[in-house]
Every structure is written in C-alpha cells, then in structure tokens.
C-alpha cells in the first residue's frame, strides 16, 4: 500500500515495494538490537512509519499535499494577517 501510494505503475510499485521491505527489516532489526526490543515489532513499526510519511506527503494521495488542504491552510494564514 505504501508503494501504491507514491508510484502507479506495476513494475515501479514492484520494486520500490522490495526496497521499502527491505529497509524496513534493516533499519528495524538494528533499533530491535540497539534498543532491546522484540524484532517483529521494530520492523513493524518502521514500516508503518514509511506508510505514515507516504500517506501523509504522497504526490497525488497525500493528506498535506492535497490543493484543499493548502487552501484551507492559506485561508487560515491569511485571516490571521488581518
């Protein structure tokens, strides 16, 4: 699903889904040993770290990069100036 998120062809969604799991269990096996933690649940939690910042700053999906909620965002700047 993150991968889903950020690219939309297959073969891009492919790859880049390999590399995402693969720096999931990476990154989350040296906080699982650094932090004495279980393993399952470091590697976990990196991953949904990488959803979250997918979901959140996806080019065409994402929460902050949405025009309406730049919008929003600009509309409250702006009556705040006044």
Avoid: C, N, W
Avoid at 32 to 55: E, K, Q, R
Avoid at 66 to 74: D, E, G, H, T
């Amino acid at each position: 699903m993150t991968a889903y998120l950020l690219v939309k062809e297959l073969h891009q969604m492919i790859l880049l889904s390999a590399g995402m799991g693969a720096l999931a269990g990476i990154v989350g096996m040296y906080l699982s040993y650094s932090l004495d933690i279980p393993s399952g649940s470091a590697v976990v939690l990196v991953a949904f770290g990488l959803f979250l910042l997918a979901f959140l700053f996806s080019p065409s999906q994402g929460l902050l990069t949405q025009s309406r909620f730049k919008a929003q965002i600009a509309g409250l700047m702006q009556g705040s100036e006044k």
